[in-house]
């Protein structure tokens, strides 16, 4: 018995001195881009859009092919707005980031699955790596880029070409279930 509670003990100490070693920029960068998998799936885009720069590049050539896309970050969350409401559920889990600051400048990796649900059958699931570039903007730190890597997928995508149909009407009925505390 003595010897368990001097490893609990042991393994409470080195706990503890792992949480501590994370900075307040680095606690601001993971809170940002663990919190762009969840905003995205609640359909928050007024909130997701501080996340990212004014002007930033987006590039899921890897997946759909074409460039990367120079875009402002009101245009990318009105795209985001126009199609992810329109499944029924989408679930994108973040992995564990992989991070490096430098100056006033980061880069981050995270591993990701998406998934997207619309009618009874309708499925499709993409996973593989985010990376992203992040600048620090006063006391925020901002994505400047994201690109997808190494996409597999499950599924159909012929669900991509419903879910706009649907989109603006759910996410009225999304915006209908906010709660107001004001």
Not at 51 to 73: C, H, I, M, N, Q
Not at 90 to 105: K, V
Request: proline residues 3%.
């Amino acid at each position: 018995m003595k010897r368990f509670l001097i490893i609990c003990f042991l393994g409470v100490i080195s706990m503890a001195g792992q949480a501590s070693t994370i900075t307040k920029d680095e606690a601001i960068i993971r809170s940002n881009l663990y919190s762009f998998s969840a905003l995205a799936d609640q359909g928050a885009f007024e909130y997701l859009g501080r996340l990212f720069a004014p002007k930033l590049t987006v590039d899921y050539s890897a997946l759909f092919g074409g460039a990367p896309e120079s875009v402002a970050r009101e245009t990318l969350m009105k795209n985001w707005a126009n199609f992810l409401p329109g499944f029924d559920t989408t679930f994108h889990e973040a992995g564990q980031i992989r991070l490096s600051i430098n100056g006033d400048q980061a880069d981050a990796a995270m591993d990701f699955t998406a998934s997207h649900w619309l009618g009874e059958q309708g499925f499709w699931q993409v996973a593989g790596t985010y990376q992203f570039t992040l600048e620090k903007a006063a006391d925020n730190w901002e994505i400047t880029s994201v690109k997808l890597t190494n996409p597999t997928e499950m599924g159909s995508r012929e669900i991509l070409g419903q879910a706009p149909l649907k989109a603006a009407e759910n996410l009225k009925q999304r915006h209908h279930n906010k709660v107001n505390f004001e």
